[in-house]
């Protein structure tokens, strides 16, 4: 190594530990810290709801999670089809064919024109 490479490598250690003694103090001046942390509470009305979850056994509350869920997967069964009978759509241009249904413009099917050996229908 040169006489100038020592040179800037001590300059740097110098740096180094000069940072690491005045950074507390810095960081203290420019970026101090809330003296009391603030507390949040909950209001009221989601208390009442808290406190009868947490009074019952976890297999209650698991129990009424999946008869939740088991009404939900009913009503959404449920839903009755329309009565009128799927149209489909067909859109084209050079490279592509797309296929539409009627019912919610669901993608039935894609054909890519210039690569045959893609097209699995």
Do not use: C, H
Request: aromatic fraction near 8%; charge should be negative.
């Amino acid at each position: 190594m040169k006489k100038n490479d020592f040179i800037i490598v001590g300059i740097l250690v110098v740096l180094m530990f000069g940072w690491m003694k005045y950074y507390p103090a810095l960081e203290k001046k420019y970026f101090p810290k809330p003296e009391q942390p603030v507390e949040q509470t909950a209001p009221a009305e989601d208390a009442e709801v808290v406190a009868p979850v947490l009074s019952e056994p976890v297999d209650a509350v698991v129990e009424k999670a999946a008869e939740a869920a088991a009404e939900a997967v009913a009503e959404v069964a449920a839903v009755e089809m329309p009565d009128v009978p799927e149209a489909f759509q067909t859109l084209s241009n050079e490279t592509i064919e797309l296929t539409l249904s009627s019912y919610g413009g669901a993608v039935v099917s894609a054909v890519l024109k210039d690569y045959p050996e893609r097209n699995t229908d």
